[in-house]
């Protein structure tokens, strides 16, 4: 458990190398069995297998959010999955950024990304919504301030001319869940480097991977 002053402290904005102050990590899905293994979940699926990885429970309820908190190689951190359903993740997540004083550049927030081939993450400090409502969302609750970092999780484009709505509420094939499962091992490690190096180092090598790979499976069917 966290000690309590973690909820009580007033943290500064400026991120260094072995920072001690939280992270608060939000992955953007919609709640409830219908919507397990989505594509509009891997935001979900993120959250899961990093707490899976550092042995941290997912067992309470904040500010609208399935919730988790530990330590990861001494650094405090927060784990959440709003349950406002995807379009209103904001009601969610920027209750919890206040409650515990963070600033944005302290949040991360995972979500689906259609213009990254799928498997294929990044890493970023900041950028808009794309149009995704999640994001959307989480930025109005930010008061517009879209300046918090994210990772970025590819799923592919929908074929042909299918409705995009209907694309990311459906499951993944078998190749594509491959491609899925490999990401999230490798996010994994991201996130625990981001934890114990800070954003900006980690960002620069994983991202070079990872651009890489999306030339790899450019040429690839998911």
């Known amino acids: 458990m966290l000690p309590s002053r973690f909820a009580k402290r007033c943290f500064c904005t400026a991120t260094v190398f072995s920072d001690p102050r939280p992270w608060l990590f939000v992955g953007l899905g919609n709640?409830?069995?219908?919507?397990?293994?989505?594509?509009?979940?891997?935001?979900?699926?993120?959250i899961d297998a990093?707490?899976?990885s550092q042995g941290i429970p997912m067992d309470s309820v904040h500010c609208k959010s399935i919730f988790g908190k530990g330590f990861v190689n001494g650094a405090p951190v927060f784990l959440a999955k709003p349950q406002t359903y995807m379009n209103l993740s904001g009601e969610s997540s920027g209750p919890l950024a206040a409650y515990y004083k963070l600033p944005l550049n302290r949040v991360l927030v995972f979500h689906d990304d259609k213009d990254l081939p799928c498997g294929v993450l990044r890493l970023h400090p900041k950028g808009h919504h794309g149009s995704h409502n999640g994001l959307k969302s989480v930025i109005y609750h930010f008061h517009?301030?879209?300046e918090f970092p994210r990772l970025r999780i590819g799923i592919g484009r929908p074929p042909g001319q299918m409705d995009p709505k209907a694309f990311v509420l459906q499951k993944f094939n078998a190749r594509a869940r491959e491609r899925i499962d490999a990401a999230l091992e490798e996010g994994v490690d991201a996130l625990t480097q981001v934890l114990s190096k800070g954003?900006?180092?980690s960002a620069r090598s994983f991202n070079t991977e990872q651009k890489y790979k999306h030339i790899r499976l450019q040429t690839m069917p998911v």
Do not use: C, I, Q, W
């Open 50 to 52: 990093f707490a899976k």
């Open 31 to 46: 709640p409830g069995d219908k919507f397990m293994g989505t594509r509009h979940n891997v935001g979900f699926e993120m």
């Open 199 to 201: 954003l900006t180092e």
């Open 144 to 146: 517009g301030n879209s």
